[in-house]
């Protein structure tokens, strides 16, 4: 199938709303959201999902439901490498479901099972934010175990440079900016799936 000529990286302005009368949204896979700590993953893939009329999924909170323990708290009992095989086997469970939004950890991406999993059965979507965004949106936060360091900024500048070349492989992205709100940023990545027709469609409602 043929696809408009428009990188898979684009930046859509998509801050027009579409008017949509008499139409509704078709999502034909689920769309992973991939990227950074604070890049907006939970907020905009809730948003994304109310959008679409799907289900909204984030990786973290079955993770933690199931084991009736916080992230943190698995990181510190078992260890990364524990939570890392809880979290592959979760993406890979939600992923036979039906399609919906599905927000990941910023880690969960870096495993190529995890990738391999999501090409198969769905579309990455990564949400790309510099570190200055990132840093202004996470330096209050105690709930991020990779950042418990003696200088968390300069912890998150290296993963953003190690991590980023991965994020990359997704078959899509869209940029975030300090002054766009969720609303348009939902916007954008709206309109960036509707140029995959086997990912999104808008049919008579």
Known sequence: MAFPARS????LS?????????????????IVLVGMMGAG??????????????DFRDSDHEIERAANMTVPEIFARDGEPFFREKEARVIARLLQAEPSILSTGGGAFLAEANRTAIARHGAA??????????WSRLRQKTTRPLLHTANPRATLAELVTRREPVYALAQLSVASAPGLSIDEMTSRVVD??????????EEPA
Do not use: Q
């Not at 898979?8 to 930046?11: D, F, G, N």
């Open 125 to 134: 979507l990564w949400l790309r934010a510099d570190l200055d965004l990132l």
């Open 41 to 54: 993953k939970t907020a905009i893939g809730g948003a994304l999902a109310r959008r679409l009329g799907v």
């Open 14 to 30: 998509g801050d027009d709303k579409r008017d949509g009368a008499g139409l509704a949204y078709r999502l034909h896979k689920t």
């Open 192 to 201: 960036l799936l509707l140029t995959r027709p086997d990912l999104l469609t």
């Open 8 to 11: 898979r990286h684009a930046v």
